[in-house]
């Protein structure tokens, strides 16, 4: 009895003791994403406080709730609402969705599965475009674009779009792409289809993952950009989300943190939805695709 006793009480410790590493290893997750959300709780939780309270009161909650840092911040500076702002920014966003998703799937179609010469050292030099810091192409294109008189609208940020221009989208869809099996494309051939026609009824519906993940990230590093807005945008009502926060900072001489607090939760929201709702696919476009040697 004793024997079989023991027996048992050394089986059930090993899984008394992964239950407790479990728990550890849990919790220290938890604490972690407390803290580092703290700073979004906060700046939430600041949006509904008075302007006097937001550093002034030490609680976390506020102390009497208001909704006039939203309806101030919505109705803009200078006489322009920040609904023109969003309006402006989701254009920005569209157009540039469009153009990565066309320009870089066609882009990795023929990387991926055309034949043509110089075929290799193309895709390398596209590979080090990854490589090359933003800031070194900064002053070069201010100046084509400068001469194309482009300076002050949105064609900076949205046409280079069209031409491709993401090698990191390029890069993720072809090693999609290359994942389709050949005997597909040759069947497609023998049926009829051309190139165009391969592209746009076999690789595409078989790229939804890729897609969508190129789609996720153009949304939000577009909604999110500051400096190539800042660069080329000087006129107010073409201003878009991330400038119009800055003009909250030196309105009139002085920052109005209670409207920027409410104004940034505000455009926070789409990139949470956009998120959670494509977040299936966004995994799946980078484990499946992204990843593979």
Known sequence: MESSSRVVLKS????????????????????????????????????????????????FFPSEWTMDNYTQGWKGVSGYTFGLFFGN???????????NVMACSMAAYAFAKLKFKFKSILFALMLMTLMLPFHVTVIPQYIVFNHLDWINTYYPL???KFFAVEGFFVFLMVQFIRGIPNELVQAAEI????????????????????LVTT????????WNDFFGQ????????????????????DSAGESAWGPMFAMSTLSLIPLFGVFIFFQK????????????G
């Open 89 to 99: 920014t989701l254009l920005i966003v569209v157009l540039a969705i469009i153009g």
């Open 12 to 59: 059930k410790q090993p899984k008394h003791k992964r239950e407790i590493k479990k728990i550890v290893i849990h919790s220290f997750i938890i604490i972690l994403g407390i803290v580092m959300l703290y700073p979004l709780f906060w700046m939430v939780s600041s949006s509904f406080k008075q302007p006097s309270d937001i550093f002034n009161s030490v609680s």
């Open 191 to 210: 049926d009829g289809c051309g190139k165009i026609k391969t592209y746009w009824y076999l690789i595409l519906p078989l790229s939804i993952p890729a």
């Open 230 to 249: 800042l660069l080329y945008i000087s006129d107010i009502k073409l201003y878009t989300v991330a400038l119009g926060l800055r003009m909250f900072l």
């Open 215 to 222: 789609m996720i990230f153009t949304f939000i590093w577009t």
């Open 158 to 160: 949205v046409l280079p």
């Open 281 to 292: 696919y966004l995994i799946e476009g980078i484990t499946t695709g992204g990843l593979k």
